[in-house]
């Protein structure tokens, strides 16, 4: 898959939201993003964390759109899009 398929998707990974902060120069940890996440700190991503009881993994789910939206207006800056 190119770079440009992976940008036509309307969701992304919590990889490629670290990535995506990282290129436009924001620290970014994939665990405090998914805790940012899990926390309702993001309004472009929902999450929930894994069953107390079980060992299943946090459920996230992120817009592309919404993050480049939000980040975009975080920095006052049109951002590197990947």
């Not at 990282?22 to 996440?37: Q, S």
């Not at 592309?64 to 049109?78: H, S, V």
Request: hydrophobic content about 40%.
């Amino acid at each position: 898959m190119t770079t440009t398929d992976f940008a036509m998707r309307p969701t992304m990974t919590l990889q490629d939201l670290c990535e995506y902060f990282k290129a436009n120069l924001v620290p970014a940890n994939p665990e405090t993003m998914a805790e940012y996440i899990v926390a309702g700190r993001f309004p472009f991503a929902v999450g929930l964390d894994p069953p107390q009881q079980g060992r299943g993994q946090r459920k996230l789910l992120i817009s592309r759109a919404g993050a480049y939206a939000w980040l975009d207006d975080f920095l006052q800056t049109d951002t590197i899009k990947i």
